[in-house]
């Protein structure tokens, strides 16, 4: 059941996570807060709110628009209310105070950050949509400077498209860092395991001290009774988004999740039924999965979409693949020809700046990331391993930053950067405080990793490091829900996207979910990679465009085919589409790029 609203004069109506449907649980009782205490935590969110600085990486993350002027998050007031302000090339940015804890209304507070494309079409105005990027960890500010102006496109311009940045990520404060900088960060990660994580090697110590490692300083920092990190769960965003669709007077939730986001758009649809509107979930992973701190279904797909590199680059020919053979196996047979090489001898590429050392490791991590988004990067892989073939060091120089993000320290800043670019330490505040807790066992962990190597013996060593992050993590959150993952009814249909060869989430987890949430619609999308961002479809865009405007699920068995494949390129005439769907797949064709990485740090 789900329960009465309540009126709070500091927050609005909302329905309180103390009183949600059976299911959700508290760490603690319900805390009373002195005047003492109420004053100095206060102040306290009011520093941390207010000061925070960076020192961070120009590669961190994809750029914004470079014409965009400058706006600093810090300078704009957090309010207990959504006050929009100008911001960017005619955007509205605000920060939102919600209560850290629903159940201590006037304790501390956390302020989300929003970022808005306000709807074009005044006149059919149907109200926000709210992105959520993935991660857990994703920027929803960040995605709306690098792909809302396109989203906007897909979805029609009579909505708002609203990315917030969910607690302790992004430019929303307090922050999720167990490090005193990013630099220090960055120095940390420098004394990674060059080699691959193999279970039964001596690789596993040493990962796992660091993780380890990690955790505990996670406990200081970001821990402790008011600690972000205890406030930080998917349950607590649920109920964030909720504040927001209604102060924006929106009772119910119009959503559109990618990888992660269909994590949250999952608890979402379980915990409120009554405040979906449209919600989409798009490369699902199995809710039930990630709550039971598993992580073994994902790459059930992965070796097919490793695979389709050898096959379309195949099928483009010489003129668009630089490393074309006369069959698919003879591309492949080169590939891991030149993986062994330098597995023995490592490539050292002394003219790029800073200098790189070429590993296994390093390409093979390479080729896994490339899965998620083939359009973008296959070209990129294909062209490293020619240069290689070729010991050509002019072009390994000039690939390098996009081989490897290179470490840079600029710890004398003048002002704060954008906030997205500094990493922070959510996914596991999020993934692993979401989760069942678990303590490591070394047996279980070789069976595990095991199960991953048939699945994808190329994935496996790069994604098996969330099984140990998870085993380690003492931060536990104030409050998750355990309840059904899953509702017989919802206020409106969700929808469900599926690629049907994803890399991290398969088309059977897209499948278990539709089955688990009554009326939702399936949409499969015939394409390679993570979301259906990853390939241009018309076809799909349509369909997601249907069911935001007119709430029109897909018939059964719907199926989508793409109009563009990697080196292949487009796979239809251009030339023969009209003014209106041209304008939409070049649209389709910039979001290609900006698909999220989940799982990966």
């Known amino acids: ?172 404060t307090p922050s999720a860092n167990c490090f005193d900088s990013d630099s220090q960060r960055k120095l940390w990660a420098l004394q990674d395991e060059h080699r691959l994580l193999n279970a039964s090697d001596d690789t596993l110590p040493l990962v796992h001290a660091r993780i380890k490692t990690v955790a505990r300083r996670c406990e200081e920092k970001i821990g402790g009774e008011w600690g972000i990190g205890r406030f930080m769960s998917t349950a607590h965003v649920s109920r964030d988004m909720l504040e927001i669709s209604k102060q924006l007077g929106h009772g119910k939730l119009q959503y559109w999740g990618f990888s992660y986001g269909s994590i949250l758009g999952q608890y979402f649809s379980a915990i409120y039924p009554k405040n979906v509107g449209r919600v989409i979930i798009d490369g699902v992973y199995d809710s039930h999965n990630y709550r039971g701190a598993l992580w073994n279904s994902n790459l059930v797909d992965a070796d097919a979409v490793i695979d389709s590199f050898f096959h379309f680059c195949h099928q483009a020919g010489p003129e668009k693949c630089s490393l074309y053979e006369s069959s698919p196996e003879k591309i492949r047979d080169r590939y891991f020809s030149l993986l062994a090489a330098v597995e023995a001898e490592p490539v050292p590429v002394a003219n790029a700046d800073p200098p790189l050392i070429i590993t296994r490791k390093v390409l093979q991590s390479q080729l896994f990331r490339g899965a998620y988004k083939p359009l973008a990067a296959f070209g990129l892989i294909a062209d490293t391993i020619l240069a290689l073939e070729r010991k050509n060091a002019t072009a390994l120089a000039a690939l390098a930053p996009k081989i490897a993000d290179p470490t840079e320290c600029e710890c004398e800043c003048a002002l704060p950067p954008e906030p997205w670019r500094a990493s922070n330490e959510a996914f596991e505040a999020v993934a692993c405080g979401d989760a069942d807790a678990r303590a490591f066992d070394a047996g279980e962990y070789g069976e595990y990793f095991g199960g991953l190597a048939r699945e994808s013996a190329l994935a496996a060593p790069l994604w098996a490091e969330t099984y140990i992050k998870c085993a380690e993590w003492r931060v536990r959150p104030k409050g998750r829900w355990t309840g059904p993952l899953e509702a017989t009814n919802t206020s409106h249909p969700i929808l469900v996207v599926a690629p049907r060869y994803d890399p991290v989430c398969p088309m059977k987890d897209g499948k278990t979910v539709h089955e688990r949430f009554g009326g939702s619609g399936l949409l499969i999308q015939n394409s390679y990679g993570h979301c259906s961002l990853a390939a241009p479809s018309l076809c799909t865009a349509k369909h997601v465009r249907a069911y935001m405007v007119n709430g029109t699920i897909p018939e059964p068995g719907t199926e989508c085919e793409v109009d563009e494949l990697p080196f292949v390129g487009s796979v239809n005439n251009v030339h023969a589409l009209s003014a209106e769907d041209a304008e939409l797949l070049e649209a389709l064709k910039g979001l290609s790029s900006v698909v999220p990485t989940f799982g990966m740090p």
């Not at 309180?16 to 206060?42: D, E, N, Y």
């Not at 920027?139 to 940045?165: E, M, P, Q």
Request: proline share 9%; net charge neutral.
């Open 1 to 172: 059941m789900e329960t009465s609203p309540i009126k709070s004069e500091a927050y609005g109506p909302h329905v309180a996570l103390s009183s949600s449907p059976a299911g959700f649980i508290h760490s603690k009782p319900r805390a009373t807060l002195s005047r003492r205490a109420k004053v100095l935590l206060v102040l306290l969110t009011a520093a941390v709110t207010t000061t925070l600085q960076y020192c961070w990486s120009a590669t961190d993350q994809p750029q914004a628009d470079s014409n965009a002027p400058e706006f600093n998050w810090f300078a704009l007031e957090p309010s207990r209310s959504i006050q929009w302000a100008p911001c960017y090339s005619g955007e509205k940015c605000a920060r939102l105070l919600l209560p850290l804890d629903y159940d201590t209304l006037d304790g501390p507070t956390t302020a989300i950050a929003l970022r808005m494309i306000p709807a074009q079409d005044k006149d059919n105005y149907r109200g926000p949509i709210l992105i959520n990027p993935g991660g857990p960890g994703g920027s929803g500010t960040n995605l709306i400077a690098r792909a809302g102006r396109n989203i906007s496109r897909v979805v029609g311009d009579s909505f708002d498209i609203l990315g917030f940045d969910p607690r302790g990520i992004g430019a929303s």
